[in-house]
């Protein structure tokens, strides 16, 4: 818990202001989860604070929530594709990603359970980054990483708003987003270490090797795959 508020401190998730009788001022709580590999073992122990988007209020708190997630099938194809041609994919997770992305409402949480500020009980945080919770986190988590790669010279598929791809004159990488998990390939190592650089450069994030489980079907998928 501790750890997960000195990140706040350290990326500057919000700021602590007097509170007025104006302000919405939405509950956060405290939510602790295993995370496990593909076998069920448990490799994490996490602990994350929720913001009870349930008391938001539209056009006050929030106005657009939408955003593309990548479907199965898609996945499936991409994964096929990968097996026929016999190049490697790669898993990253982006650490706290709702975290990246700028809030550009006005929104106001409480102080989190137990870890109050005892001089300014009478305070409240404004958030400058998207809590997890919030109706328009994966919004705009979605829009900072998509201008991001936009910027880098990737193209966004024209269909699965969710793929990216860039080509070079000798070579091809493609990126498949799904929230806060990334698999990457190329068909030459050095897009995939250019890649991972500029990924690292603006993102906290840690990359988990070779791809073998991802979103339990594809999991599946991968380890029925022959590779040449």
């Given at each position: 818990m501790q750890e997960k508020l000195n990140q706040f401190t350290r990326i500057e998730v919000w700021t602590l202001v007097p509170q007025s009788v104006i302000m919405n001022v939405i509950g956060i709580k405290w939510v602790f989860k295993n995370k496990l590999d593909e076998v069920g073992v448990i490799t994490r122990n996490k602990a994350r604070l929720i913001a009870k988007g349930y008391n938001q209020e539209k056009d006050m708190d929030y106005d657009e929530t939408f955003v593309p997630v990548a479907r199965l099938e898609v996945v499936?194809?991409?994964?096929?594709?990968?097996?026929?041609?016999?190049?490697?994919?790669?898993?990253?997770?982006?650490?706290?990603?709702?975290?990246?992305?700028?809030?550009?409402?006005?929104?106001?949480?409480?102080?989190p359970p137990d870890f109050e500020d005892h001089q300014h009980t009478?305070?409240?945080?404004?958030?400058?980054?998207?809590?997890?919770?919030?109706?328009?986190?994966?919004?705009?988590?979605?829009?900072?990483?998509?201008?991001?790669?936009?910027?880098?010279?990737?193209e966004r598929g024209k269909i699965d708003k969710?793929?990216?791809?860039?080509?070079?004159?000798?070579?091809?990488?493609?990126l498949q987003i799904y929230v806060d998990d990334i698999i990457f390939g190329a068909t030459n190592d050095s897009l995939c270490e250019e890649f991972v650089a500029a990924m690292q450069g603006e993102f906290e994030m840690s990359v988990m090797g070779e791809l073998?489980?991802?979103?339990?079907?594809?999991g599946q998928a991968i380890k029925g795959c022959h590779l040449p």
């Open positions: 499936r194809l991409l994964l096929a594709f990968v097996c026929m041609s016999g190049f490697k994919f790669f898993q990253m997770d982006v650490k706290s990603s709702f975290l990246n992305g700028f809030i550009n409402e006005e929104v106001y949480v409480s102080q009478n305070h409240v945080y404004k958030v400058k980054k998207a809590l997890y919770g919030l109706k328009q986190a994966l919004r705009h988590w979605y829009e900072r990483l998509n201008n991001f790669l936009l910027s880098h010279s990737y969710t793929l990216f791809i860039k080509k070079s004159k000798y070579a091809i990488i493609f073998s489980f991802f979103l339990r079907v594809a």
